[in-house]
């Protein structure tokens, strides 16, 4: 019998709410109950770390006994301080809180969730057309080409063909600013109001301390949650900067984790190395999805959706294999 590995594999959740209150796909959200029983499935294939552990383990300062399981969660929503109330308390599991600072900072919602709310009440086809509409020509055409349209799905993973290359286009390929003002003139087409808006979708500093205070990690995910690998690199220091100046006024203290926006393809900082010496990030993840094997780049952490991970824990890593096994 082959004994399983040191392994890690990090978990991403996003919305956590009732599906059935979403009338459009849009957002793509889990369950509370969902999230108990993909808690319960994770919990008996391995054993969940902490963030410190997961931290020791990932910079070489410590080993696993066998496979273990962080939790994380994006972009600072609200639905997030109900899950660690109502889920993760009750199971004693520390979990990793990725924040984009601007909605507390500016009372600005983060464009991609703007993006996911107006198309959440937009039947699809009329979204995209009125996208299409406002959008220049040449992006029309941009999206019919086959090159445009892998990889819009190489990073929408979850979405439909159409729906990637829509919000591929919003989020990589227009300019940031023509992009928001489009998706601000949709919302205010129908009357939403976009501090209501925050309000409603995010978390407050409150939130934030407490869940310091029981023990979790909150960490950055960027001002904007603009990806950061589409950015020059002062804009991008900047767009860090402010998220770290924001959660250090919160916490105390500033974030030693960073997840980077989208965490896939181009999404990801071409010297990552450089980013975190600057902000003294000690672990940043990605999404690239597989198991943290021992010697895995702190820098460079791998990490799945909650739609990915339920095959990975089928194929827990086996100490004889390791020399041999691919890491996608």
């Not at 391995?46 to 696993?64: H, I, K, N, Q, Y």
């Not at 939790?71 to 520390?94: C, M, N, Q, S, Y």
Request: hydrophobic residues 40%; contains cysteine.
């Amino acid at each position: 019998m082959h004994k399983t590995s040191p392994a890690l594999l990090v978990v991403t959740y996003h919305y956590i709410r009732d599906p059935e209150s979403v009338r459009y796909p849009g957002i793509h959200p889990v369950s509370m109950d969902r999230l108990r029983d993909d808690l319960e499935r994770m919990g008996k294939a391995a054993t969940f770390a902490t963030p410190s552990e997961a931290e020791l383990f990932l910079r070489g300062l410590a080993e696993f006994d066998g496979p273990r399981v962080l939790v994380t969660f994006d972009d600072g929503l609200i639905d997030h301080w109900h899950a660690a109330r109502d889920v993760l308390e009750p199971r004693g599991i520390k979990a990793a809180f990725f924040v984009s600072s601007r909605p507390m900072a500016d009372r600005r919602a983060l464009l991609v969730n703007k993006l996911q709310y107006v198309r959440s009440i937009t039947p699809p086809e009329i979204f995209r057309r009125h996208f299409y509409d406002h959008v220049p020509p040449e992006a029309g055409l941009l999206a019919r080409q086959p090159a445009f349209r892998k990889k819009a799905c190489d990073v929408y993973i979850h979405d439909h063909e159409e729906d990637a290359c829509v919000k591929y286009l919003a989020n990589f390929s227009l300019g940031f600013d023509d992009t928001e003002h489009l998706v601000d003139e949709l919302l205010a087409h129908r009357s939403i109001d976009e501090g209501e808006l925050c309000e409603a979708l995010y978390m407050r500093p409150d939130h934030l301390r407490r869940l310091h205070a029981d023990g979790h990690l909150i960490a950055c995910h960027g001002h904007t949650h603009r990806p950061l690998g589409a950015m020059r690199d002062a804009e991008m220091d900047a767009d860090v900067s402010a998220c770290q100046e924001a959660l250090h006024w919160i916490l105390g203290e500033r974030p030693g984790w960073i997840s980077f926006p989208y965490g896939r393809g181009d999404a990801i900082p071409r010297d990552p190395g450089r980013l975190c010496d600057m902000f003294g990030f000690r672990v940043a993840l990605t999404l690239s999805p597989d198991w943290n094997l021992p010697g895995q780049d702190p820098l460079r952490v791998r990490r799945v959706t909650e739609n990915q991970y339920t095959a990975l824990l089928e194929n827990v890593p086996h100490v004889s294999g390791i020399g041999e096994r691919r890491v996608a």
